[in-house]
């Protein structure tokens, strides 16, 4: 059984920053490209970053030079390190993960960050 944890939403400042955590289980972490996504009110998830097993990124126009995708295959965890926070960033953050080998894309339950002074 395939499950995604995340931890680390809440509450932040403008300007400010968070640390998102997401602890896989149930897949082989070390061949998994993992991901984060985001979905605001009213509006479609969209893919924040992601990372693949050979530790190759991507991300959103919106986030780059702010985000941070990083991985540990050791602790099968995938983090998002999110600096310089904006309003527009408030959203629940998914976490993403996909076999390399296979077209099915499993979810993490969500955690809410909410960028507000």
């Known amino acids: 059984q395939v499950q995604l944890v995340e931890s680390g939403g809440g509450l932040v400042q403008p300007g400010g920053s968070l640390r998102l955590s997401c602890a896989a289980s149930g897949i082989i972490f070390r061949i998994s490209t993992m991901g984060w996504y985001r979905q605001a009110p009213g509006k479609e998830r969209e893919l924040v970053a992601s990372i693949t097993p050979g530790g190759s990124t991507n991300y959103a126009g919106s986030v780059k030079g702010r985000f941070t995708i990083s991985r540990d295959n050791a602790k099968n965890t995938v983090y998002l390190q999110m600096n310089s926070l904006k309003s527009e960033d408030t959203a629940v953050y998914y976490c993403?993960?996909?076999?390399?080998?296979?077209?099915?894309?499993?979810w993490g339950q969500g955690t809410q960050v909410t960028v507000s002074s």
């Open positions: 993403s993960a996909r076999n390399v080998q296979s077209t099915v894309l499993y």
